[in-house]
């Protein structure tokens, strides 16, 4: 009686791994595919997943291990609030007009000034962000100076996901790394930043070759870009300077979470809170310029993801890793590069975010079984998690993503955004204009990802 | 009151394959500045209107951030008049555009006036166009009725 109720329990159990299964790759699919949104998909896959019982409410609302990793949704809704009252000010409009001239209607230098200023900003804001506030401005200059903005346009997307791979909040997988990880914002700067300025400075230079006689501007148009007055592109000089002193008060809290023992999230919640109180700005206002679909896709997707590492699927995903490429508790050289390879390749084609949320936890049952010897008392602990021989994987997940994103026009939300904003300014840009410039960018930056893991923690 | 008993009594219209050079002139002399663009059958096409002409020569990025016109250069408008040449008026009439029916009550016609901020509103008899009613001939009408009575 027993070993029939034991047998009817294992294949249940047994039902519920493929429908977790099915859930996964169904929603993925759709994901991928794009005839539906990828917000519905994540929802209806989240409350499948609930609803058959594969995740309890509980679970996929509190559980710290399957559940809502609420440190990535409270942490993307503050820097959005943060950035969204900010950009009210017109500070991004006055800072870009102020760069042309400082660039003397220069095309080029303008190209590089644009392309540096849109990876710095990067760093610290949204991505989609930045492009969105970059873009206006690069379409108008472009205009008084008689030029095509495509490679502008372009090489701005592409500098966001450059930039934005930096930091904990410059990018959302990077978000999710740091959650999943315990990683610090420190850590980011310590391991990540120096790398994408090396990138920066090896972009840089290869633009301004490139594009060294592509311009010819009439000295008159220039004359325009040195006579425009962008003194009333700042619309609201105290809000600038109040959420310029939060922005700046909020990095030096993520500088200091560690020590201070707060998580992220709370830092920025903090700051957004503060910004909100001080600015006097309608909160219903800038509640409602949140990009609620994007939070509503993050909590779908971490639940799905839940899921499958609930039923076990991450676990075996990462048993075939570790077979195909036999990382050990002293190096997992082979493992950090097929990640960091596969991720850049893949994340030009597909989503990052849900290609992050599935690696994570996998990474994360990866270093439980090679580093902790599959000891249950030590999955998801920090010594397991932050090892020296698990670091740089962790790191070559986060660069692969981030930066594989720049491939292709689908490859990174910003760059989805940019192609719909010149559009709408009047000039289109194709798949195939976008990926000349793009999958260059990302190979050049994968190669010099390979050389700077290697050199710094295998060498 | 209906809408038949505020209609204009020299509504502009035009064919789609009109060019704008060449209506730019009727348009401005027009009242109201909006001219309906007719199929040969008499049915209504789409809407034309002087600000749909300057949509044309303003730059299409400031739909993105309008704060950014004030830094253009103060000839910009002049210089890319030329925009205009050669352009039908198919390639910038609204469509569709909103519309009353002859029997609908003037109340109808002014809510749809408030609602979307237009000066007129092209009135049909099934989908022929007859005429327009403007925020002045209904509130003429109204006026007029409520004497009469």
């Known amino acids: 009686m027993e070993t029939a109720a034991h047998q009817a329990a294992q294949a249940g159990s047994s039902n519920l791994y493929w429908i977790a299964c099915g859930i996964f790759v169904l929603s993925f699919a759709l994901i991928i595919s794009e005839k539906v949104h990828k917000t519905k998909v994540a929802l209806i896959g989240a409350a499948a997943t609930i609803v058959i019982g594969i995740l309890t409410q509980v679970e996929a609302f509190h559980s710290p291990e399957v559940g809502v990793d609420y440190n990535v949704i409270f942490l993307l809704i503050a820097m959005m609030l943060i950035v969204n009252i900010l950009g009210k000010s017109g500070a991004f409009e006055w800072t870009a007009v102020k760069l042309a001239k400082a660039a003397k209607g220069d095309p080029v230098k303008i190209l590089v000034f644009f392309f540096v200023a849109t990876a710095a900003i990067s760093a610290a804001l949204d991505n989609v962000t930045t492009v969105l506030l970059f873009a206006p401005v690069t379409l108008l200059i472009c205009d008084e100076l008689g030029l095509d903005p495509v490679p502008f346009l372009i090489l701005e997307a592409i500098a966001s996901n450059v930039g934005g791979t930096a930091t904990l909040i410059g990018d959302p997988p990077n978000l999710i790394v740091a959650s999943r990880a315990g990683l610090t914002f420190n850590d980011f700067i310590v391991h990540l930043t120096p790398i994408v300025i090396i990138m920066m400075i090896v972009f840089t230079v290869v633009v301004r070759f490139v594009f060294r006689n592509r311009f010819e501007v009439d000295p008159v148009k220039k004359a325009r870009i040195l006579a425009m007055d962008e003194s009333g592109l700042i619309k609201n000089r105290p809000l600038l300077v109040k959420a310029g002193w939060v922005l700046a008060l909020t990095i030096v809290g993520f500088v200091a979470h560690g020590a201070l023992h707060l998580e992220p999230a709370t830092i920025a919640l903090f700051g957004a809170a503060l910004l909100l109180l001080i600015s006097g700005v309608e909160p219903h206002e800038v509640l409602a310029e949140v990009e609620w679909p994007t939070i509503f896709f993050f909590i779908g997707l971490f639940i799905i993801i839940g899921g499958i590492v609930k039923v076990g699927l991450v676990s075996d995903l990462s048993q075939l890793v570790i077979h195909a490429t036999s990382p050990t508790s002293e190096s997992m050289f082979a493992t950090s590069m097929v990640i960091l390879w596969f991720s850049g390749f893949l994340s030009a084609f597909i989503d990052n975010i849900p290609y992050v949320a599935t690696m994570a936890p996998l990474v994360a049952e990866m270093a439980s079984n090679v580093v902790g010897g599959g000891d249950p008392a030590l999955a998801g602990s920090k010594e397991v998690l932050q090892h020296a021989a698990v670091m740089p994987v962790w790191w070559a997940l986060a660069l692969g993503a981030c930066l594989g994103g720049n491939g292709t026009a689908i490859g990174a939300s910003a760059n989805v955004v940019v192609l719909g904003l010149a559009e709408r300014g009047g000039r289109k840009i194709t798949f195939l204009q976008f990926m000349k410039y793009g999958m260059p960018i990302m190979v050049g930056s994968l190669i010099m990802s390979t050389a700077y893991l290697w050199i710094r923690y295998y060498l | ?149």
């Open chain 2, 1 to 149: 009151m209906e809408v038949r008993q505020a209609l204009l009594a020299e509504p502009l219209f035009t064919s789609p394959q009109v060019k704008i050079e060449t209506l730019l002139p009727l348009l401005l002399a027009d009242r109201d500045g909006t001219a309906a663009v007719l199929s040969e059958q008499g049915e209504l096409l789409g809407l034309v209107g002087l600000t749909d002409v300057l949509r044309k020569i303003v730059p299409v990025y400031l739909d993105l951030n309008r704060n950014l016109a004030g830094i253009i250069h103060a000839t910009y408008l002049e210089e890319n008049l030329d925009r205009l040449q050669g352009i039908a008026v198919s390639e910038i009439m609204v469509s569709p555009a909103t519309t009353v029916q002859l029997k609908e009550s003037l109340l109808v016609a002014a809510s749809k006036i408030v609602e979307h901020g237009r000066r007129v509103l092209p009135a049909l008899e099934g989908r022929r166009f007859v005429s327009f009613i403007s925020r002045s001939s209904v509130l003429a009408a109204v006026l007029h009725g409520r004497a009469a009575a």
